[in-house]
């Protein structure tokens, strides 16, 4: 394989390897892939290779197109999916896709997750949002390319901005992430997990819990991310 992807290879093995590390895959129930925008092309995990077996060249190089560039091994089932999002949000360098527990059960109970405490709002102003179901249509078409339509699609009914909410559910199937590099998007892929538990714990505990008011959402994402953060240390 062209060393020229070597890089992107490599970020997209150790993205990868930390998902059964953190505890966000079982068997092989989930991808990362890494994106060079320069080149035009995104590493992925080849489809169903236990994570024990991966190595960086096993990685599979990918266009924007879903066309495979370089490889032995057949791409991730969800290659379309990732291709469409990189081809249609150019700032996002790294996508995660898991059935991690939590977040999946929220995607099957096709709600999103409230924003109930200041864990959540260190990472989003809003709930974390559930994209409807795909309608038949689409589930009988080209499914993996409907789902990155799916999710933009929520996006643009829901006014979000991809570069602020880095993260949702696909109702009735499970999360995906993204971010500015692939290490970003498995941190974010690991958020979800852990404030979908908490959410779900806060429901249970509480089932009448207020959502976070607005000035401790406004304090606690702008303090991580504001023209004036704090959050820490200066670079």
Not at 107 to 118: E, H, K, V
Not at 137 to 155: A, L, R, S
Not at 171 to 184: M, Q
Not at 222 to 233: A, C, L
């Amino acid at each position: 394989m062209s060393n020229r992807f070597e890089h992107i290879q490599q970020e997209a093995f150790e993205a990868n390897m930390q998902l059964p590390a953190l505890g966000l895959v079982l068997f092989t129930f989930g991808n990362v892939s890494a994106a060079d925008r320069n080149l035009g092309v995104f590493a992925i995990k080849p489809s169903g290779i236990p994570y024990e077996k991966l190595s960086p060249k096993d990685m599979v190089i990918v266009d924007f197109d879903a066309i495979t560039v370089e490889g032995r091994l057949r791409p991730s089932s969800d290659t379309k999916t990732h291709a469409v999002l990189y081809k249609h949000w150019s700032k996002i360098n790294g996508i995660v896709h898991t059935h991690s527990t939590y977040a999946t059960a929220w995607a099957q109970s096709l709600r999103d997750i409230p924003i109930f405490g200041t864990t959540h709002a260190d990472h989003n102003t809003v709930d974390i949002p559930c994209a409807p179901p795909m309608d038949d249509v689409m589930i009988e078409g080209n499914y993996e390319y409907e789902t990155g339509f799916q999710i933009m699609n929520c996006f643009a009914e829901k006014g979000l901005n991809y570069e602020e909410v880095e993260m949702v559910l696909v109702g009735n199937h499970a999360p995906f992430t993204w971010g500015k590099n692939a290490a970003k998007a498995v941190y974010n892929s690991a958020v979800v997990e852990q404030v979908a538990k908490m959410a779900l714990l806060t429901e249970q505990i509480n089932p009448n819990a207020p959502r976070l008011k607005d000035a401790l959402i406004k304090k606690h994402y702008e303090r991580k991310h504001g023209p004036d953060s704090y959050y820490g240390q200066s670079k």
